[in-house]
C-alpha cells in the first residue's frame, strides 16, 4: 500500500515536470516564431525586399548636398533648385561653391549628391572625358548655351581675328574668369589658336563683369570672356565676336549631374531631378534680381513664388 502510494506520488510528479518543460518549450517556441515572422515583415518576405516607412522618410530628413560653381547663372540655379526641394519636404539642402575641378571630384567621391551646373559637351569636356564614367548624366536643365569673347556694341571689330590690330584699345587684355575652369581652358586656345599678342588675365565672374562695366561707363573699349545667359546681356549693349575658326565650338547645355547611386538612394530627389528644365528668360529672371541687389535666397524664392505651377511640374504635383 504504501508502495503504491509513493510510486503514483513520483509518476504524477514527473508527470508535472514534463508538463511544466512541454509549456516552456511551447512558449519559448512561439517567440522565436512571433520574432522571425517580424524580423521578415522588416526585411523580405518571400525573397522581395520590403521598403519601410521610416527608410522613405529618411530620404526626406537626410541631407541633401548640392555643389554649384560661382557663375551668375548657376548660383540662380542652385538656390532655385534648393527652394524646391526644400517645398518638396526635404528638411536639410546644403548647397556650397568650389571650382570646377572640385565640384567633379565631390560628385564622385559622394561629398555632393548634385549639381545642376555643369557645362557639356564642350565648355568641361576635360573634366568629363576624366570622370564621366564615374558620374551619372541626369538631365539638361537649360539649353543652347554660348560662351565667347564679347565686346561692347560699339566697339567697330566683329571677328577674334581683328583683335590683334586694335590691341592698343584693348589695353593689351582679355579679362577673364576663375583659373583652371573650362572657359578659361578653351580661351587659353582661343589665344594660341589665333595667335593673339593679348594677355589673357584671370580673376572672377564678378571682376569681369565689373571691369566690363567700368569700361561702358566710360565708352572704352574691353573685351571680356562671357556666357549665355548672363544678366549683362540683359544690361548693356553687347555682341559676341566671330570665331571663325570654331575654337569655342557650338553652343552647349547645362547638365545636371548626380553621385552613381542617387537614384537608389533617394528617389524622389531624382525624380525631380529629371524633371527639372527651365529657360533663359527663367534663369535671366533670376540673374537681373540678384544683380539688383536682391539675395540669391530672396531672388530664388520669389521666382519660385512667381512659377509655381512650373515648380509643381518639378516636383511632380501636377
Known amino acids: 500500500m504504501v508502495v503504491d502510494i509513493l510510486t503514483n506520488t513520483k509518476l504524477n510528479y514527473n508527470i508535472n515536470k514534463f508538463g511544466l518543460i512541454l509549456a516552456i518549450g511551447l512558449v519559448i517556441g512561439l517567440t ?25 522618410a529618411a530620404e526626406f530628413s537626410e541631407p541633401v548636398r548640392i555643389g554649384y560653381v560661382l557663375w551668375d547663372g548657376e548660383i540662380a540655379s542652385t538656390n532655385v533648385i534648393q527652394q524646391v526641394l526644400e517645398q518638396a519636404g526635404y528638411e536639410d539642402v546644403e548647397i556650397t561653391a568650389v571650382d570646377v ?3 567633379y571630384q ?4 559622394g561629398q555632393f549628391d548634385f549639381t545642376t551646373t555643369a557645362w557639356l559637351p564642350h565648355t568641361q569636356q ?20 554660348r560662351i565667347g569673347l564679347v565686346v561692347p ?44 599678342d593679348m594677355e589673357l588675365v584671370s580673376g572672377s565672374g564678378t571682376a569681369m563683369a565689373a ?29 559676341y565676336l566671330d570665331d571663325p575658326k570654331g575654337v569655342y565650338g557650338d553652343a552647349d547645355n547645362v547638365v545636371t ?10 528617389p524622389n530627389l531624382y525624380g525631380i531631378l529629371t524633371r527639372f528644365q527651365w529657360t533663359h528668360d527663367d534663369i535671366q529672371a533670376v540673374m537681373m534680381d540678384i544683380e539688383n541687389g536682391m539675395k540669391p535666397e530672396e531672388a530664388a524664392e520669389k521666382w519660385v513664388e512667381n512659377n509655381q505651377e512650373k515648380v509643381n511640374e518639378w516636383i511632380g504635383e501636377e
Open 257 to 266: 549631374l548626380a553621385k552613381l547611386d542617387l537614384e537608389e538612394e533617394k
Open 32 to 56: 522565436l516564431f512571433a520574432s522571425g515572422c517580424a524580423e521578415k515583415e522588416d526585411g523580405a518576405i518571400d525573397g522581395a525586399e520590403v521598403t519601410s516607412p521610416v527608410t522613405e
Open 106 to 109: 565631390g560628385l564622385v567621391s
Open 211 to 239: 571691369s566690363l562695366k567700368k569700361a561702358i561707363d566710360s565708352e572704352e573699349w574691353a573685351v571680356v570672356v562671357l556666357w549665355t545667359p548672363h544678366w549683362s546681356f540683359n544690361r548693356w549693349d553687347l555682341k
Open 153 to 196: 556694341a560699339y566697339v567697330t571689330i566683329d571677328s577674334i581675328e581683328e583683335l590683334n590690330s586694335e590691341k592698343e584699345k584693348f589695353n593689351g587684355r582679355i579679362i577673364g574668369i576663375e583659373p583652371g575652369s573650362g572657359t578659361m581652358e578653351i580661351t587659353e586656345s582661343v589665344v594660341s589658336e589665333y595667335d593673339l
Open 101 to 103: 575641378g572640385p565640384l
Open 126 to 145: 576635360s573634366y568629363w572625358e576624366t570622370y564621366g564614367d564615374q558620374i551619372d548624366y541626369v538631365h539638361v536643365n537649360l539649353e543652347d548655351c
